[in-house]
């Protein structure tokens, strides 16, 4: 299963309803100029004041075996159920106090940064699924604390190639092939007034 396209209420562009989070992921590497590619889309992202407070790091199983374990070991059970076959995953980071101050919208640019990152994956033919799932702890420890204070850890991020569905459990494999769905649009959009709908 490659494709499975959002049911919008009007056309948007392929780039949007066609990227999903899949978690049937074949152990085909990522070619390392495709993961220059995400990387180069993720830096153009806009972010308050052109502060950037976004870190990726890459582990990718083929050039690092042993980091990509400590990483993949710091997953949920859950989510390392369907990252078994996972070739990279890319762990995401904000800096909450970049130099010129505190950065309110730190958050909101690294989110920005992320889902260029996800879409030109998609663009280029690859299946990605971000994840909170992981023991931040754990991940700080793996790496002996040497990463910065300041530095918040926000999520990780699985990039691959679609791989076969019919090989995940039940429960995944259900999930994997159920409907995508999303809050109606004027639950979420608003004109003119709090909770008036724009229509
Ligand atoms: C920040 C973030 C954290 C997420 N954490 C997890 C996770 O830990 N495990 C998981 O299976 N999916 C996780 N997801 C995937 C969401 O469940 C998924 O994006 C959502 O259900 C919508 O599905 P779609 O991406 O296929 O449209 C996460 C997504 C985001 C953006």
Redesign the pocket.
Known sequence: MTAKPAPTDVDIHELFSGR??LRAFSNQPVDHAHLHAVLEAARWAPSSNNLQPWRFVVFDRTRDETAFQRVFDTL?PT?QKWNAHVPVLIYVAVALTPKGGPGKTASYDTGAAAMALVLQAHALGLAT?????FAHDAFRRAFSFSIPEEMQLI?MIAIGHFGDASALDEALRERETAP?TRKPLAEMAFEGAWNKAFD
């Open positions: 999903w989070s949920m989510n699924h971000q994840m909170g799932g999520a995508r």
